[in-house]
T-cell receptor
Framework: AAGVIQSPRHLIKEKRETATLKCYPIPRHDTVYWYQQGPGQDPQFLISFYEKMQSDKGSIPDRFSAQQFSDYHSELNMSSLELGDSALYFC?????????????FGPGTRLTVL | GQQLNQSPQSMFIQEGEDVSMNCTSSSIFNTWLWYKQEPGEGPVLLIALYKAGELTSNGRLTAQFGITRKDSFLNISASIPSDVGIYFCAGQLRQAGTALIFGKGTTLSVSS
């Protein structure tokens, strides 16, 4: 079965640079979520979108922004990167009207800020 | 913020043993999910629970949504080496499209 696709899988940036992470949800899933996971930590919710509108917001820094496009894929834009932004970033998708809100996670993007 | 208390933090067991882990919270959840994560990979959904009292199995895994909606447990029977990983409970407080709150995880080690 098709899964959530994230790109790139690995990304290395310098401090103060920008980064864009992409997420392609499971086909027919209309809701996407972004989570950040630091080393040895549990995933922390950043933001989610349903039908291209923001549906929930968590501990997302003001330096980060995200959007969902008409084909339901989503992009997380990160600016003025800091060392502390180094983490695994996961996208999840769901189809709440059909399958309640079961969130399926992608393989993640490992961001390293030097 | 909201917290899920997951225990135990780690378990070291012999192959063939049964395992039990649980999550509790002071808040009422609409959904409980259990995920397994291996190093550097994304969480993989094991079991999803949507109703208080619901008991669901997936192979050797069994999970229950507590009657009070404030807790859940996951049991693994007859553990095997490939069960090694970090198990996370996750709960959803509000409607669809909103955040999952994760427990701190249970690290399972299985020796053969």
């Amino acid at each position: 079965a098709a899964g959530v696709i994230q790109s790139p899988r690995h990304l290395i940036k310098e401090k103060r640079e920008t980064a864009t992470l992409k997420c392609y949800p499971i086909p027919r899933h209309d809701t996407v979520y972004w989570y950040q996971q630091g080393p040895g930590q549990d995933p922390q919710f950043l933001i989610s979108f349903y039908e291209k509108m923001q549906s929930d917001k968590g501990s997302i820094p003001d330096r980060f922004s995200a959007q969902q496009f008409s084909d339901y894929h989503s992009e997380l834009n990160m600016s003025s990167l800091e060392l502390g932004d180094s983490a695994l970033y996961f996208c999840a998708s769901s189809q709440p009207r059909v399958q309640q809100d079961t969130q399926y996670f992608g393989p993640g993007t490992r961001l390293t800020v030097l | 913020g909201q917290q899920l208390n997951q225990s135990p933090q780690s378990m070291f067991i012999q192959e063939g043993e049964d395992v039990s882990m649980n999550c509790t919270s002071s808040s009422i959840f609409n959904t409980w999910l259990w995920y397994k994560q291996e190093p550097g990979e994304g969480p993989v959904l094991l079991i999803a629970l949507y109703k208080a009292g619901e008991l669901t199995s997936n192979g050797r895994l069994t999970a229950q949504f507590g009657i009070t909606r404030k807790d859940s447990f996951l049991n693994i029977s007859a553990s095997i080496p490939s069960d090694v990983g970090i198990y996370f409970c996750a709960g959803q407080l509000r409607q669809a499209g909103t955040a999952l709150i994760f427990g701190k995880g249970t690290t399972l080690s299985v020796s053969s």
